[in-house]
């Protein structure tokens, strides 16, 4: 909203009917898909009157363990929509030699990066390991829920939202064309004067908002409510990298609050802090955004990476190998990850000096990293190793993840950066660590944890053919990739002038169709897995013989998770209780006390959409009354004092006996 | 504080810790009060009486009064100490502060070079009197 | 270690207890870290603001800065920063004595303390809105430099945050009015004077990193 603005309509602001793209092809079709998609699943929840119990039971739910399942789900829907966009991108770069253009206009190519990115950081790896991290942790440290139970169902609904605002882009308007981390002056006003950029800094603060909840929340939840005995050097190794995850979150967020909330002022009200006049500087936002992008990657990883510790201790039977190098370790990588921003643009400017120092510091957090690998390594060596589906997600990853955390030392080096910057290679190198590490660390998680949260396992079979294709399609996408990369092709490059290029791209887009192989294996795996569920029950609670204190419920866990609070003496506190032989109570059963479920957090998340949606089309009269709609109802919710209830100790008593039973049938 | 678990303890219907944050005593405040304002007078004296010497050392007494004063108000007003919430507040803090020292002055050293280094952009003219 | 009774731990012979039977309700108790923590992260908000005002605040582009406004005077008044400074910690002090009443949960004269907390920060608000006003006249807005952007964005959230506040001291006061200060109104109290006080704090910086240090010639 430049100052020579014409002025808009008082109720539509600029959104005029040619904001729906009718004219192209392929959004067309997508629209149609995704419209007949959703009128199936309406029309189902309404055939089977489900609208009911999904509001009951999950919408409105304050509990961690269906809040986190949610996250997972809404993660694998947009990571459909992200694997989408980068077969388009392989199918272009493949396609467009020898004089052809390829199938995708500049204008739609540099959106679907964008969204790639965007979608791939935000919508699926946040929410997968926000989601897991909910799940697992106050079942790992003893606890019945999250410190904020309310908040959680907040954040969780402001993620989504901000993720149908993504969507929303594709059919009304457009997205941005300014690349995930949105640098100005690209996406200042003048350079990028459409709806796009305000979709992208709307989703992004909107979605900022909810990790920064979940952030306080998980942290405060480490901090105050583990369980009696559960000292910090008595946690598993997930909790550790759930507190320096959260901790980083909440250290570096603002970052990234601050650089968007800046850039929407230069476009909504012209102000000049990286405009490239009036004393405005660009390279101010790339400095601030780095400094929250790069422990945001932090934070992607340590939670992976805490997978990993658990499932490599209850797959090799034994201990996790030093526990106390891998906390440091974990602990070094978030303080370290601070102070080496700078590498993400080495070749701005800054000198040799300042260069130095951070190149200097990025090699050094390969240290800590390698501590950890090798701690897996002898976990696993002289342990009985199980090769079920998490085991061969954690091997694939060792290899993977070593390839891309070299690479990852390459690119530190200033000098070599200067010619790998913004090259392929440095695409290969991130999505090498994204996918090895992230993605198959979330995979193996949900089939490791999938037993706990749903009652029974997934088939193993379609698991591992998921974990081959998944490993062969990211050699044979990303090793070509990586090899023009050292050529000295650049990112995002629509057209080619060298036709000797072309066979790599070629091999490139069949390793993305052989990774494509190995999502819908994953999916089938659901699939089936849900349609032979009583044949893979679980009725123990404890499928994997595991050591941590979640399988000591029953799969899935009551509301109340424990109806005792344990006592926790060792690390790997449940093989301590089934080595000491512990017996579960049977009596004395008390009242649990539990907080109630809540319509705010969708309610108050639904007129943050609205008042985003407005604000991006200049619908000021919209975004006046939703804001106002916000206030009361937020702080209408805080007049109602009557949050919780107690489930009376008959019913803890009958579930419990329930699982006695069960249990006794097993033998 | 590592084997402390606040899951029996008995921080029982909410009450914020009896010495912890939140609550002092009258007396506190008052010496609260007047040290603060103290501070904040000397720093509109000095600037309004023309500071001391050279820009750089009157900058400088700023800081350190702009430091002191925040820290009289850490511990008279907010009444932050080692035993509040085990401790917690303490260590948020020390982080929060640390991030933010290696933000800013990481920030400067970067933005100090790169200004150093490149062209000078429109609008960075100083006007006139300054 | 924990202190209810009913746990042993395994001394002597003794089979180790790995339950607790009897426990405390835990309502409210992560609140104040958790507000805490929520207060680091606007710290390190505002601390963004800084460095960007640090960066990008000497750049005037031949337009009003702090001790020449273009029309012969300075653009920051020192005496109204000093009475904005008195101000807002007065209403600190006040905040604080309503604290110790909310503590023995005398309604009323926590609520006068609180009110005339509130009043005070509205004074502060008054003033601010003049300032821009007369910034407005002068034609300083926020479009003409990078370091009007950098000065009226950080004092108009820092502005934002205390509009914030009182607004959340006229309900509390209604919720105390309705409930007295019971355990939710007390602990919605205890993070409201930390949120106040952390304003004074902010303020603190923003009056001597940006008003007097601009002033220094």
């Not at chain 1, 797959?315 to 080496?340: C, D, H, P, Q, W």
Request: aromatic residues 14%; glycine residues 10%.
């Amino acid at each position: 909203m430049s100052p020579d603005t014409p002025p808009v309509d008082p109720i539509f602001g600029r959104l005029t009917l040619d904001a729906i793209p009718y004219q192209e092809p392929i959004l067309l079709a997508t629209f149609i898909v995704v419209a007949l998609a959703g009128v199936v699943v309406v029309g189902a929840l309404t055939y089977f009157r489900l609208w009911g119990y999904l509001w009951r039971e999950w919408i409105t739910s304050v509990d961690h363990k269906r809040i986190g399942i949610m996250y997972v789900v809404l993660a694998i829907i947009m990571l459909v929509r992200g694997f989408a966009d980068a077969i388009m991108m392989r199918l272009q770069q493949a396609m467009a030699f020898n004089g052809s253009e390829g199938y995708l206009p500049a204008h739609h190519y540099d959106q679907i990066f964008t969204a790639h990115g965007v979608i791939m950081i935000f919508f699926v790896a946040t929410p997968l390991i926000v989601g897991v991290m909910n799940f697992v942790v106050p079942l790992q440290i003893g606890a019945r829920d999250v410190s904020f139970p309310y908040l959680n169902n907040l954040g969780f609904w402001l993620t989504a939202v901000a993720a149908i605002l993504v969507n929303i882009s594709l059919f009304v308007g457009e997205f941005s064309q300014g690349g995930w981390v949105g640098e100005p002056p690209l996406t200042g006003l003048t350079a990028s004067p459409g709806v796009g950029v305000d979709y992208y800094l709307w989703a992004l603060q909107i979605s900022g908002l909810g990790t920064i909840i979940g952030g306080i929340n998980l942290l405060a939840t480490i901090i105050k409510m583990r369980a009696p005995g559960m000292g910090f050097m008595q946690m598993p190794v997930f909790c550790w990298t759930s507190l320096c995850v959260n901790a980083l979150i909440v250290l570096s967020f603002p970052f990234l609050t601050i650089a968007i909330t800046l850039l929407t002022l230069d476009r909504l009200f012209g102000m000049h802090f990286f405009t490239t006049d009036f004393g405005g500087n660009p390279m101010a936002y790339v400095n601030l955004v780095w400094i929250w992008g790069h422990p945001e990657v932090y934070i992607l990883i340590l939670p992976a990476l805490g997978v990993y510790s658990e499932v490599a201790a209850v797959f090799s039977g034994k201990r996790l190998f030093g526990y106390t190098s891998m906390v440091y370790a974990t602990v070094s990588i978030t303080v370290i990850g601070f102070v080496v921003w700078l590498h993400h643009f080495f070749t701005m400017g800054s000198g040799a000096s300042v260069n130095g120092f951070f190149g200097l510091m990025t090699a050094l957090i390969a240290i800590p990293t390698g501590v950890k690998v090798y701690n897996w390594l002898f976990t696993m060596y002289r342990g009985r190793v199980r090769f079920e589906v998490p085991m061969m997600w954690t091997v694939s990853f060792m290899i993977t993840f070593l390839l891309g955390g070299l690479t990852g030392v390459l690119c530190s080096i200033p000098a070599a950066d200067f010619q790998l910057h913004n090259s392929l290679f440095l695409v290969g190198h991130f999505h090498n660590v994204a996918i090895g590490a992230i993605v198959f660390a979330m995979l193996a998680a949900i089939d490791y944890w999938f037993p706990k949260a749903f009652g029974f396992k997934l088939e193993p079979f379609w698991g591992k053919l998921s974990v081959w294709f998944w490993t062969v399609g990211f050699f044979v996408a990303f090793l070509p990739i990586y090899a023009v990369g050292l050529m000295g092709v650049t990112r995002r490059t629509r057209v080619f002038d060298d036709p000797s290029l072309q066979i790599y791209f070629v091999i490139a887009a069949i390793g993305a169709f052989i990774a494509l192989l190995g999502v819908v294996f994953f999916l089938v795996q659901l699939f089936v897995s849900i349609r032979n569920r009583e044949k893979l029950r679980d009725l123990t609670g404890d499928p994997w013989n595991a050591r941590t204190l979640e399988w000591s419920t029953s799969s899935p866990p009551p509301d109340y998770n424990f109806a005792f609070t344990p006592v926790v003496h060792d690390v790997d506190a449940w093989t301590d209780m089934k080595e000491r032989g512990y017996t579960r109570p049977t009596d004395g059963f008390k009242a649990i006390h539990m907080p109630r479920n809540t319509s705010t957090g969708i309610i108050l998340s639904v007129l943050t959409l609205i008042f985003a949606f407005a604000i991006i089309w200049y619908m000021w009269l919209v975004a006046a009354v939703s804001f106002a709609l916000i206030l009361v109802v937020g702080i209408g919710h805080t007049f109602n004092y009557n949050r919780s209830f107690h489930i009376p100790a008959d019913v803890v008593a009958r579930t419990e006996s329930e699982r006695t039973r069960l249990l006794a049938q097993q033998g | 504080m590592s084997n402390d678990s606040h899951a029996g303890q008995a921080v029982a219907h909410g009450h914020a810790d009896a010495d912890g944050l939140g609550y002092g005593s009258l007396q506190s405040y008052r010496t609260g009060l007047g040290l603060a304002a103290i501070l904040s007078a000397l720093a509109l004296g000095l600037v309004a009486l023309g500071g001391v010497g050279s820009i750089q050392a009157t900058a400088i007494v700023l800081l350190v009064i702009a430091i002191a004063r925040v820290i009289v108000h850490l511990f008279y007003f907010l009444r932050i100490k080692s035993s509040a919430e085990g401790g917690w507040t303490i260590i948020t803090t020390v982080f929060t502060l640390m991030v933010v020292v290696i933000a800013m002055f990481g920030s400067i050293w970067v933005m100090l070079h790169q200004e150093t280094n490149m062209m000078p952009a429109p609008g960075t003219e100083t006007f006139r009197g300054q | 270690m924990t202190t209810t009774t009913t746990i042993s731990h395994g001394k002597g012979g003794e089979a180790p207890v790995f339950h607790v039977t009897d426990e405390p309700d835990h309502d409210g108790h992560s609140t104040v870290i958790g507000f805490w923590m929520f207060l680091m992260s606007d710290v390190l908000l505002f601390a963004g603001l800084f460095a960007i005002y640090a960066w990008l605040g000497g750049h005037y582009a031949n337009g009003p800065a702090p001790l020449d406004d273009g029309h012969g005077s300075p653009l920051f008044h020192l005496p109204i920063v000093a009475v904005n400074t008195v101000l807002m910690l007065l209403s600190s002090f006040t905040c604080a004595i309503g604290m110790v009443e909310v503590r023995q949960r005398h309604v009323g004269p926590a609520l006068k303390w609180f009110g005339v907390t509130a009043l005070l920060g509205l004074g502060f608000l008054y003033n601010q809105v003049t300032e821009y006003g007369h910034l407005a006249e002068i034609g300083a807005t926020y479009q003409t430099s990078a370091f009007l952007s950098c000065f009226i964005t950080l004092i108009i959230t820092h502005s934002l945050h205390v509009v914030g506040g009182v607004i959340w001291v006229a309900v509390l006061a209604v919720q105390a009015l309705l409930h007295g200060f019971n355990d939710a109104n007390e602990r919605r109290a205890v993070c409201f004077s930390m949120f106040w006080n952390f304003l004074d704090i902010t303020w603190v910086c923003v009056f001597i990193f940006v008003y007097l240090m601009g002033l220094l010639k």
